[in-house]
């Protein structure tokens, strides 16, 4: 069907209800399950449910964008979240009914399914949970307009706040900042999370490069190691580094190349849990970013919510669309060959 086939007179939308008085029952499920913190409902119920017209000065204008946009990045926020969660339980349902050598000796049943189920839930996940983090990066250029060098609204990308984390703080304190005080925290918050060292060190590097790779290359070239304990329980383990080929220290027997002993090569190679419990972790680390960034945002709107609206950002905003003169695909005829 064609847009030009259709009657473009529209007397009237359908659509969600514009004026929302109580919470949704979908954030009121992501709160009951755990699958989004406290603070992210917080910020939902200060924004008046996100129902149109209820915007504070400090978002508000004249053809509604900026408190529009703050509305999809807000649920967007819980969208993520909730589908990380779902896929987090996806990835534990899925691998149990994984086939393994064990199982099949043993007469027990298994899913043919289940292995790709589990692995594109595991690679669903990981795009969940970058995206999280780059809306939350428009969350700050939103609120925190002009203070994190390189973040602009409409452009945000998480890439820039974590190089924004990485520098010294160069911030002089000016005590007729409203928010000052709020952006210092919301810094010292982040790092703590963001900049984690000991056993967390490089995470989000490690959840970039899987992140890229899986979407961009797909399963074939995204490793999985399979290991049994003593159960004969098969747990799957990621690499810390790509490419990786395993295969290059397999030597024959009696060859003179002498290989790394096996151990050694996937302590020093593999991430050190299982990718259940690595997906698990990364769903609460993230969680917590997200808690700590809306709490942050909560306290920052509190203080300017009466301000007026926030120019710098809806010019922002208003300076970055992107449009495409494409319209349709024209028939290219049966394939070559």
């Given at each position: 069907?064609?847009?030009?086939?259709?009657?473009?007179?529209?007397?009237?939308?359908?659509?969600?209800?514009?004026?929302?008085?109580?919470?949704?029952?979908?954030?009121?499920?992501?709160?009951?399950?755990?699958?989004?913190?406290?603070?992210?409902?917080?910020?939902?119920?200060?924004?008046?449910?996100?129902?149109?017209?209820?915007?504070?000065?400090?978002?508000?204008?004249?053809?509604?964008?900026?408190?529009?946009?703050?509305?999809?990045?807000?649920?967007?926020?819980?969208?993520?979240?909730?589908?990380?969660?779902?896929?987090?339980?996806?990835?534990?349902?899925?691998?149990?009914?994984?086939?393994?050598?064990?199982?099949?000796?043993?007469?027990?049943?298994?899913?043919?399914?289940?292995?790709?189920?589990?692995?594109?839930?595991?690679?669903?996940?990981?795009?969940?949970?970058?995206?999280?983090?780059?809306?939350?990066?428009?969350?700050?250029?939103?609120?925190?307009?002009?203070?994190?060098?390189?973040?602009?609204?409409?452009?945000?990308?998480?890439?820039?706040?974590?190089?924004?984390?990485?520098?010294?703080?160069?911030?002089t304190p000016d005590p007729n900042d409203v928010l000052g005080g709020r952006f210092v925290e919301l810094?010292?918050?982040?790092?703590?999370?963001?900049?984690?060292?000991?056993?967390?060190?490089?995470?989000?590097?490690?959840?970039?490069?899987?992140?890229?790779?899986?979407?961009?290359?797909?399963?074939?070239?995204?490793?999985?190691?399979?290991?049994?304990?003593?159960?004969?329980?098969?747990?799957?383990?990621?690499?810390?580094?790509?490419?990786?080929?395993?295969?290059?220290?397999?030597?024959?027997?009696?060859?003179?190349?002498?290989?790394?002993?096996?151990?050694?090569?996937?302590?020093?190679?593999?991430?050190?849990?299982?990718?259940?419990?690595?997906?698990?972790?990364?769903?609460?680390?993230?969680?917590?970013?997200?808690?700590?960034?809306?709490?942050?945002?909560?306290?920052?709107?509190?203080?300017?919510?009466?301000?007026?609206?926030?120019?710098?950002?809806?010019?922002?905003?208003?300076?970055?669309?992107?449009?495409?003169?494409?319209?349709?695909?024209?028939?290219?005829?049966?394939?070559?060959?």
């Open positions: 069907m064609k847009l030009q086939e259709l009657n473009l007179n529209v007397a009237g939308v359908v659509g969600a209800p514009i004026s929302i008085a109580t919470p949704e029952p979908t954030w009121l499920e992501g709160r009951e399950s755990g699958a989004i913190p406290e603070p992210l409902f917080r910020l939902y119920e200060q924004a008046k449910f996100l129902s149109f017209g209820a915007a504070p000065s400090f978002l508000a204008d004249p053809d509604n964008l900026l408190f529009s946009y703050y509305g999809m990045l807000v649920r967007g926020l819980r969208r993520q979240l909730q589908e990380s969660s779902d896929l987090v339980a996806v990835m534990h349902e899925a691998h149990s009914k994984v086939y393994t050598p064990i199982k099949k000796a043993k007469g027990m049943a298994w899913d043919p399914t289940a292995d790709s189920r589990a692995n594109q839930a595991f690679r669903d996940l990981l795009g969940a949970a970058y995206s999280t983090l780059d809306i939350l990066a428009e969350l700050i250029a939103v609120v925190f307009t002009g203070r994190v060098s390189g973040l602009k609204v409409g452009r945000a990308q998480f890439a820039t706040v974590e190089d924004w984390l990485r520098k010294e703080p160069t911030e810094r010292q918050r982040l790092s703590k999370r963001v900049m984690s060292g000991g056993s967390e060190k490089d995470w989000l590097g490690l959840l970039r490069l899987l992140r890229n790779k899986s979407a961009h290359l797909g399963d074939d070239v995204f490793r999985y190691f399979g290991l049994f304990d003593p159960k004969g329980d098969l747990f799957m383990f990621i690499p810390r580094e790509w490419p990786y080929f395993f295969q290059m220290h397999m030597k024959q027997t009696g060859s003179s190349e002498s290989a790394e002993p096996f151990p050694e090569f996937l302590k020093k190679t593999l991430v050190a849990e299982d990718y259940i419990s690595f997906a698990a972790g990364l769903n609460r680390k993230i969680k917590n970013i997200v808690a700590d960034t809306a709490d942050v945002l909560h306290g920052s709107i509190k203080i300017v919510s009466g301000n007026g609206t926030n120019q710098f950002a809806l010019t922002q905003l208003k300076g970055n669309p992107q449009a495409f003169e494409f319209q349709l695909f024209d028939d290219d005829g049966p394939l070559a060959g």
